[in-house]
């Protein structure tokens, strides 16, 4: 999931929360241009990307994003016997 951090109604971290209450275990990357900003609510640490990125950059973070969260999906082998 992209979001941006700052929005009218509903800002990223807020989102993050109802989405991880829903029990969607999805990567989640914030952008925002304000750097300061801390959007990893309840201590789970999010990916971010400060704007203003090029196509080339957001292609790679959300490309970081899906292999870490399918990396850390991945269960454990099992040693042979």
Do not use: C, N
């Not at 971010?48 to 454990?76: C, D, M, N, W, Y």
Request: proline share 12%.
């Amino acid at each position: 999931m992209l979001s941006d951090i700052v929005m009218p109604r509903l800002d990223g971290p807020t989102l993050a929360i109802q989405v991880r209450q829903r029990g969607l275990q999805v990567p989640i990357l914030f952008m925002s241009g304000y750097p300061a900003v801390d959007p990893s609510p309840e201590g789970e640490q999010f990916a971010f990307i400060a704007k203003p990125f090029t196509p080339a950059s957001l292609a790679e973070a959300v490309h970081e994003e899906i292999e870490r969260a399918r990396r850390a999906q991945v269960p454990a082998r099992q040693p042979s016997r």
